[in-house]
């Protein structure tokens, strides 16, 4: 080997190092177990939480399952979902698809306070929606897995954002497809993370236009099937209470592929999901997942992952309270 190529070589792995340093001071580093030195209590402590939450409503765990996706989506698993309005800053809690919508933030403010009197300053919110989420799927009867910790909260919020990126009820799968695919979540994922909707129930509002007027035709949409419609026309009738609420699946608080036999079936709830067996692009996810809960299962552990990796490369802290970023000495100073 001549000189200059080893040269050439150092030089490259350096450029190389150089980089890696310059990413890893972009994003945090997530691993299992990130909390069994500081905390090891941590995981024990919020599947407690969820567990208790759910003697009192059984939806609660849906609910907190849902402030993931909405989390992870905008900006990344920085628990920005959770920071309330400000006079300076519009939160995502009054966004389109959060607003009389997303609930159960108290079940996230209990969790906080437990970690807090075990070890103060130490667990990020971002990481209790993400071991909350997975705790509200076991104790549904869903799979089981281990997640990934050491995220970081953020110091922002943006309702715009939120606004700009979080799907409408409307939405159909191909829009959805493209959707998760700028996050880098495949179609399976698609699929088989909408399956998070064998639990929990949605608004009147989210599917009055189905009822009456798909796509401004005046009619119900045709994919609806006639007892499922029959059904949905009593409970959510014209004029009625919008925020009257409906089952998503026939096993609302059992996590299983029966979301799945119901969208084979017309009776899926949301236009996203009855699209998602109507068009052919993910219409065969659909039937598999529909047939093999194994598989469902397996996809859908994968799915939280990817979704649960998403980092937004922002500077971040552990905040003390979920919904307020911490006081810092400048604020102080500004506010005396
Ligand atoms: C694929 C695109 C998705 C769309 C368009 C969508 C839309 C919706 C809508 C409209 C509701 C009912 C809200 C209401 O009427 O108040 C809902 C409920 C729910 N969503 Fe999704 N969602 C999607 C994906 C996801 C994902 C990826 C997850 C979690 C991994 C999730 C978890 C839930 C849960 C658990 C509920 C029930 C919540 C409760 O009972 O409080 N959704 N979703
Ligand atoms: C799906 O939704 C998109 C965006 O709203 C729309 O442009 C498209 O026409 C819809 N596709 C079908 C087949 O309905
Ligand atoms: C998706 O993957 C590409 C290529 O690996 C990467 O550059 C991009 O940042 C990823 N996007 C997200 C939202 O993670
Ligand atoms: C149905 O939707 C169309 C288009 O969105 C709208 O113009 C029309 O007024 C609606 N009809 C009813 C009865 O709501
Ligand atoms: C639903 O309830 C919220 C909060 O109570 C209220 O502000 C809103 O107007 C209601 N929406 C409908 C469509 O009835």
Redesign the pocket.
């Given at each position: 080997m001549s000189l200059k190529f080893l040269l050439l070589l150092f030089f490259f792995l350096l450029l190389n190092f150089a980089m890696i340093r310059n990413a890893a001071a972009m994003t945090t580093l997530l691993i299992p177990g990130f909390y069994s030195e500081t905390c090891p209590d941590a995981e024990f402590i919020v599947r407690d939480v969820i567990k208790k939450s759910m003697t009192r409503e059984a939806?609660?765990?849906?609910?907190?399952?849902?402030l993931?996706?909405?989390d992870c989506?905008v900006n990344g698993c920085d628990a920005s979902v959770l920071l309330d309005d400000t006079p300076n800053m519009l939160g995502e809690k009054l966004g389109l698809?959060n607003i009389?919508?997303?609930?159960?933030f108290e079940v996230l403010d209990e969790a906080k306070e437990a970690l807090e009197r075990a070890c103060p300053g130490v667990v990020s919110c971002a990481d209790i929606v993400i071991m909350a989420?997975r705790d509200?799927v076991v104790l549904s009867g869903g799979p089981n897995w281990d997640v990934k910790l050491g995220r970081l909260d953020s110091l922002t919020a943006s309702q715009k954002d939120s606004d700009d990126i979080?799907?409408?009820?409307?939405?159909n799968a191909s829009y959805?497809i493209d959707?998760?695919n700028r996050f880098n979540l495949s179609v399976k994922d698609?699929v088989a993370?909408?399956?998070?909707?064998?639990?929990?129930?949605?608004?009147?509002?989210?599917?009055m236009f189905r009822l009456y007027n798909q796509s401004g035709t005046g009619r119900p949409d045709p994919a609806i099937e006639p007892k499922y419609r029959e059904k949905l026309d009593k409970l959510c009738p014209l004029g009625g209470d919008e925020?009257a609420?409906v089952d998503?699946d026939a096993t609302?608080e059992l996590f299983d592929n029966q979301y799945f036999k119901d969208l084979v079936n017309g009776r899926g709830?949301?236009?996203?999901?009855e699209t998602?067996y109507t068009f052919p692009q993910t219409r065969g996810y659909v039937k598999l997942f529909s047939a093999n809960q194994n598989e469902f299962f397996k996809a859908?552990v994968q799915?939280?992952i990817k979704?649960g990796d998403l980092q937004s490369g922002r500077p971040g802290e552990i905040r003390k309270n979920c919904r307020v970023v911490n006081r810092r000495p400048v604020d102080i100073l500004l506010e005396s």
């Open positions: 939806r609660n765990a849906a609910s907190v399952m849902r993931q996706f909405h989506f698809s009389n919508s997303l609930r159960s989420a509200a979080m799907p409408s009820p409307r939405a959805l959707l998760f698609l993370l909408s399956g998070s909707h064998s639990i929990g129930k949605g608004r009147c509002f989210s599917v925020n609420t998503l609302p709830f949301l236009n996203s999901d998602l859908f799915g939280m979704m």
